[in-house]
């Protein structure tokens, strides 16, 4: 690896974990806003709620959930692992690289190519990777001088500049995806922006997102007077999340990209079926799903918005239970955006 391509270490604590509820979280992702979800690869204490959803799953964590949410994506992608037009690509940097699946694959189908995976938790990091497969630990965020406080609405935040350490002109493809749980709000521009700097000329930029607001093919929650336990979800989600991160960053990702210089910016919306109709895909992504609205919303609900752990519970039984009925026809939507510089 290029020694231009390290990134800046940080301290001790980037490995130190924290448990909330059961779950366990990385100490230094929830002290500084970072990210809000679990990072475990087993769920140490289940409360009596917490019945595991995965398949062939019994006890297995937030590492096997983005594991499973993986194989839905490249179904739902015709197992491409890159849309756009590169033949023989040498460097590729996957940022926000998770349990690294994405990472893995793509080191293997191109295996003369040398690929770089960041990510802020070393705890989801697969042990064993391709030789020509680096993995490295960053905030992609850069660092702040303040903890993060409980009252988002009264804090002033001192942004220090998060700028990829990597040289400009670097890389032939960049893949960016599920990261709007761990890019703070007020950095998405200058993190498409430092994208831009990193790639080669003619190098392509990847990006994909979820939407999570929930909706329905038949129009069932959305019907005017009606309460759905998925829109209550949804809702109580984007209310927690802001100010901390911007939920409806994947709506403006191509937008973002022309900002920043791209050209032939594509962008398509793709939908994600709930309900086991849809076959494999639905019933993988179901299982996802069910384990999703448990994870991701735990943190920023109950200790952000204070809801008891009660109703958080009750609130995700009923989400499941919608999620699951055909009757429902839900979904959620995944822009996809892809450009060139």
């Not at 491409?80 to 998770?98: E, H, T, W």
Request: aromatic letters at 10%.
């Amino acid at each position: 690896m290029d020694p231009d391509d390290s990134t800046i270490p940080l301290d001790n604590t980037i490995s130190e974990t924290v448990e909330y509820q059961g779950r366990a979280y990385q100490q230094y992702a929830l002290s500084n806003g970072t990210y809000f979800a679990p990072i475990d690869e087993v769920i140490k204490a289940l409360t009596n709620f917490q019945q595991p959803t995965l398949i062939n799953s019994p006890i297995q964590g937030e590492i096997a959930r983005l594991e499973l949410a993986n194989r839905v994506f490249h179904r739902v992608f015709d197992n491409r692992l890159i849309f756009p037009p590169v033949a023989s690509p040498r460097n590729i940097l996957d940022l926000g690289c998770g349990g690294g699946d994405w990472a893995v694959q793509v080191s293997e189908q191109y295996p003369d190519a040398s690929v770089l995976g960041i990510d802020i938790s070393p705890h989801m990091l697969p042990e064993d990777a391709p030789d020509n497969l680096e993995l490295q630990i960053d905030d992609l965020n850069g660092r702040y001088d303040v903890p993060i406080p409980r009252d988002m609405e009264q804090a002033e935040w001192s942004f220090f500049g998060a700028r990829f350490t990597f040289r400009s002109d670097r890389y032939d493809v960049v893949h960016s995806q599920m990261v709007a749980g761990g890019i703070h709000a007020n950095r998405w521009r200058s993190y498409i922006r430092d994208i831009f700097r990193v790639l080669r000329p003619g190098g392509w930029c990847q990006m994909v997102e979820i939407y999570f607001n929930a909706q329905s093919d038949n129009g069932t929650l959305t019907r005017a007077g009606e309460d759905h336990a998925l829109s209550r979800w949804s809702s109580h989600y984007l209310q927690a999340m802001h100010p901390y991160k911007d939920p409806r960053a994947p709506l403006q990702l191509a937008s973002w990209m022309r900002s920043a210089g791209f050209r032939d910016v594509e962008s398509r919306l793709l939908t994600l079926p709930m309900y086991a109709r849809d076959r494999i895909i639905g019933e993988e992504n179901n299982g996802n799903i069910h384990e999703l609205l448990y994870s991701i919303a735990l943190y920023p609900l109950t200790h952000f918005k204070g809801m008891p752990l009660k109703d958080f519970e009750e609130l995700v039984d009923d989400a499941r239970t919608e999620a699951s009925d055909p009757s429902f026809k839900v979904c959620v939507h995944r822009p996809k955006a892809s450009s060139v510089k």
